[in-house]
């Protein structure tokens, strides 16, 4: 079963918990997430003019179009004002800006029609976050910049969330990662030939959840849930935001969702900031996260 909460009223704290169960959250527009909204909707229409953003790739060749998403993205990434809008969002929704910490927001595309899906618009296979080196206590937030349908959004896999998956995630040291791969994204058109944590058995897909916020309307979920890109078949590229945190008492207590086949090594510790200042977590906080996850549980029928 898997709950999903609607313009919730719960606390951060209950709401963490709910989410560490494996439960889902949808929130309507906050005032901040319309302006981080509105601030990646001109930058893309900036970079694509005189083109609609979501109908420019009818329009340009693919390398053009990769050209262009490769100086768009680090520009909205390291944008100043998404690290007032990301703090102020989290505010609205009633987390504690002293103890709450937030990476950079990325802006994600996948285009329509397998025009590109690789690299700088990589459509994600089904993942865990917590393959790629995340903690078990991170969440995830995700907000779509122009209206969503059932046909470009992402999917939710809940048959997993207490399934485990034989899966690659031993191979991925999220380190070793931003040394090398990361920073080829661009030059990834046609195939993506690095080496992504991805399942070797097959996954049992469906049931299916795809939720459908309003623009700048924002799903929040566990870095533990099993989630995909839905292939776009839309005719529309489809851009979204999406950023992650991680609660100070939960890094400290080791809380978070259970670990059910994440063999990854590293952490992405070192990459949150806090809201109220911007400071990294404090060492003494994140060293028990340096070897990787916690032994994963598994329990196979
Ligand atoms: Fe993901």
Not at 19 to 45: C, N, Q
Not at 80 to 106: A, H, I, Q, S, W
Not at 122 to 140: G, I, K, M, V
Not at 261 to 286: I, K, V
Request: proline fraction near 8%; glycine fraction near 6%.
């Amino acid at each position: 079963m898997t709950t999903v909460h609607y313009d919730s009223a719960l606390s951060d704290a209950e709401r963490r918990a709910c989410l560490y169960a494996g439960d889902l959250f949808v929130y309507g527009p906050t005032a901040s997430s319309r302006k981080l909204v509105e601030l990646g909707r001109e930058m893309v229409a900036q970079a694509f003019a005189p083109l609609d953003p979501e109908h420019a790739q009818f329009d340009l060749p693919v390398e053009r179009y990769a050209e262009i998403l490769a100086a768009l993205k680090p520009a909205f990434i390291h944008h100043p004002l998404c690290k007032e809008l990301l703090p102020g969002m989290l505010g609205e929704l009633g987390c504690d800006l002293e103890r709450t910490y937030f990476d950079v927001p990325r802006m994600r595309t996948a285009t329509s029609d397998e025009y590109l899906s690789t690299g700088i618009a990589y459509a994600f296979h089904p993942h865990r976050d917590t393959w790629y080196s995340a903690p078990f206590c991170q969440l995830n937030w995700w907000i779509p910049m122009f209206a969503l349908s059932a046909q470009n959004c992402m999917a939710f896999h809940p048959h997993h969330w207490s399934a485990p998956l034989r899966n690659t995630s031993a191979e991925y040291n999220y380190q070793e990662w931003n040394r090398t791969a990361r920073f080829a994204a661009a030059a990834q058109i046609g195939a993506d030939t690095r080496r992504q944590p991805r399942a070797t058995e097959p996954v049992r897909a469906d049931p299916q959840i795809r939720l459908l916020p309003p623009v700048g309307g924002i799903i929040v979920f566990s870095a533990a849930q099993l989630h995909s890109t839905v292939p776009n078949t839309s005719g529309r590229t489809r851009y979204s935001i999406d950023f992650r945190t991680v609660q100070l008492d939960d890094v400290v207590g080791q809380a978070g969702a259970p670990n059910i086949d994440s063999y990854c090594t590293g952490t992405t510790m070192g990459d949150y900031l806090r809201c109220s200042d911007l400071q990294h977590l404090p060492r003494e906080a994140s060293a028990a996260y340096e070897s990787g996850p916690p032994q994963a549980v598994v329990s196979r029928a």
